[in-house]
Every structure is written in C-alpha cells, then in structure tokens.
C-alpha cells in the first residue's frame, strides 16, 4: 500500500521550529554559563592557558564525536534518539558548574558538554535537509541558527540578572530551566525523517543511485575537499570566543559586563542568519561565506589593537555579522556539495576537520599570548581569515 507523501515526509515547517526552539532553549543554558566562565576561572586560580586547554581539550573530543556521528547517521534509520540523547547529556551536566572547586572540574564538565553537542550535531543537520527542498537549505539552516543565537541573547540577559542579585554560582545552577525544557521540545516536538527519493526528487535518479557501486556513490567530490581546505585553514586561527572576552576584561571591560558581550555580537548573529541563509539560496554561497571573514578580520585585527572599550564594544557587535555570513552558509554549502547518502559523512568530516583545527588555534593562542602578549595571537587570527577568504572564492577545477 503506497505511503502518503504526508506520512513519509514529516512537515517541514514543524520540523524545523521545533529544532530552532530547541536550539533556542540549549542555547539559553548554554550562554548564560559561558560568558561568566573566564572570570569564573580567574576565581578559582587559573588563567589564558588553563582556559586553551579546557577549550582544546572539550574541542577535541567534540571533534571525534562529529565524525563517529556522521558515519553513523548515514548508516541508522532512526536520527531522534541521538539528536535527543545529545541535547539530555549536555543540559544535565551543566548545572555540576554551581559546586565545582577546582579549574579541572570545569574541564570535566566542558568535555561532557562538548561530546553531547558532537554526537547530535550531524544527525540534526542531515534530519534540517531531509525536512525542506534543496533550495531552501540556506533559509532551513539561517532560520534555526537565528534562533539559536536569539537563546545567546536570552541566556547573557539572565546572567546578568542573576549576577546583580546574586553570585556566579546561581547563573550555573539557574541554567537547568532552559536545559530541561530543549530536552522536553526535542523529545515532543521532533518528528523522525526519512531519505527523500533524490536531491531533485527524480526516482530514476534515485535508482541509478542506489545500484551505484558503493565506491562511486559514497565518493565525496574534489569542491568538498577544496571548501574543506578553506575553512580548516580560518579555523587554524578561530580560538574560542573567551579569549575574546578576556581580552575585553584586559582593556578594562568590568567581569560583570563580560555576559552583556555576548549579548552585543548575538543580537547582530540572530538578525543576519536568517537574511544571510536567505541570500545564499539565491546568490554564491562561496562569496557570502568569505565576507564573513573578511569580516572575522577585521574584529581581529581591532581587538589586537584594543585602542579603547568603546571601539571593543562596537567590534563585539560586528563579530555577530561573521557568525551570521559563515555558520548557516557554509553547512548549507558543504550538504549541497554531495550525495544525500553521504550527507551524514560530509557533514561529521567537516565538523571533525575544523574542530581539530579549533583545538590547535585554542592552544595556539594560549600560548601566543603567554609569550607574546595579547596582541599577536589576533593579529594572527586575521591574517590566516583574509587568506582563507580569497581560498573560499577561488573555482576549483574538479
């Protein structure tokens, strides 16, 4: 008996509401902890090289989860029980911050944080694709990622409440609301998906693919590859966010406004992601991905000035448009590049590739600065972003 198209297809606009208010609500907990963290640390006795290794480290492990969780979503039927497995781990685990007492404690936590986040994050992304047409892919992933960053504006405003009344403690602890709730929305408002018949909807292309020999089939093109070599060189000097912060607190930004930091550059993340994936189904998404590092640039470059906190502040709320030309751009880029039976594997090589890369910039940094003072590893930073940027628009020949 033929299946309905609206029984095998859940509806798209249910799907991807109910990840974008699940991605809003993990957000939320997430940023109301990680922008107090670097002072947090300071508390308990630690400082920029502690912080590039619990970085490195938690990036580290997210990075071999991403590739296993790719493989493995090309290979199961049934995505749910890992994207909402990975929500459930990250948000218990969270809250733990409210009775740490040593800086490798936090390590402990970031590293369970970071291993949920990299088993979730590829059968999320393959579940986005499954659930709108290939022309809206920009659109499907813009609107999930502005939603997304709207939790990282929500979740520093709730810091700074809880900070003015009470201490660092009571942000980690109050972060298990929004936590319980992603998990809830991800456990009832998540509709399983299943493979569509072609990226074009042709069936005899469906067939042609499926009698394909595996090695041609699961072959993923040069033009992933050459994308691939672009963004892992950028990554090479994307560190984390909280050298960003701490050098914000250097110039002489006060620690009680290090959430409100976070909320200047998502404000400027959550308004051009939607608009930003929008443009990229109708325009290069090659150009619009390198203007957000040209973009990423620039605020490297001024932050390893750092002539005054006004000028850092103005920086921090140009940083949201780097996020917003590149996160829900480039996933968009690199699942159109190749088969939909290999979305799973693209998708966890990418994640794996640049997370490795994070982790060598987080530990890059750390001692850059250690060595050389603040300046130098953002003037680094720039430098590799503009190089990468020219890499991205180049056409390669594959």
């Known amino acids: 008996m033929p299946v309905r198209p609206s029984e095998s297809q859940p509806s798209a606009a249910r799907n991807i509401y109910a990840f974008g208010i699940t991605s809003f609500l993990n957000d939320t907990a997430s940023e109301m902890a990680y922008w107090v963290l670097p002072a947090f640390l300071v508390s308990l006795g630690a400082g920029p090289a502690q912080l590039g290794l619990i970085e ?31 929500y459930f781990v990250a948000n218990a685990v969270k809250p733990l911050l409210s009775v740490v007492t040593a800086w490798w404690h936090i390590l402990l936590i970031r590293f369970s944080d970071r291993l949920a986040k990299g088993v979730r994050g590829a059968p999320r992304d393959v579940m986005v694709a499954e659930s709108v047409e290939k022309n809206r892919l920009g659109s499907a992933y813009g609107l999930i990622q502005s939603m997304d960053s709207a939790g990282a504006i929500a979740g520093p405003l709730a810091a700074l409440v809880l900070l003015a009344h009470y201490g660092i403690r009571s942000v980690f602890l109050a972060a298990a609301v929004p936590g319980a709730l992603a998990v809830l929305v991800a456990v ?159 998708l966890g090589i990418y994640a794996f590739v640049t997370s490795v890369a994070t982790l060598a910039a987080s530990l890059i940094t750390g001692e850059l600065w250690k060595h050389y003072g603040a300046g130098v590893p953002f003037y680094f930073s720039a430098g590799l972003a503009v190089v990468s940027a020219v890499l991205l628009v180049i056409k390669p020949r594959v």
Request: aromatic content about 14%; overall charge positive.
């Open 56 to 86: 490195g480290l938690a990036e580290s492990v997210a990075s071999f989860a991403k590739l296993f969780s790719g493989y493995l979503t090309d290979r199961i039927d049934r995505r749910k029980p890992l994207v909402v497995a990975g």
């Open 188 to 346: 009832f408002g998540i509709r399983e998906t299943k493979r569509r018949q072609s990226d074009d909807g042709d069936p005899k292309a469906a067939t042609k693919a499926a009698t394909a020999p595996a090695t041609l089939s699961q072959r993923l093109p040069g033009s992933f590859y050459f994308v691939l070599s672009a963004v892992t060189l950028f990554s090479l000097g994307n560190s984390s966010d909280m050298f960003l912060v701490m050098r914000a607190q250097n110039v002489g930004i006060p620690v009680a406004l290090a959430p409100l930091l976070g909320l200047v550059f998502n404000v400027t993340y959550t308004l051009g992601s939607w608009p930003a994936g929008w443009f990229s189904d109708h325009f290069s998404r090659r150009w619009i991905a390198a203007a957000g590092y040209l973009i990423f640039a620039g605020v490297y470059f001024v932050f390893g000035r750092a002539p005054s906190t006004l000028t850092i502040w103005i920086t921090m709320a140009v940083y949201g448009l780097y996020y917003a030309l590149t996160q829900p751009v480039l996933k968009a880029l690199v699942v159109e590049a190749v088969r939909q039976e290999v979305r799973g594997r693209a």
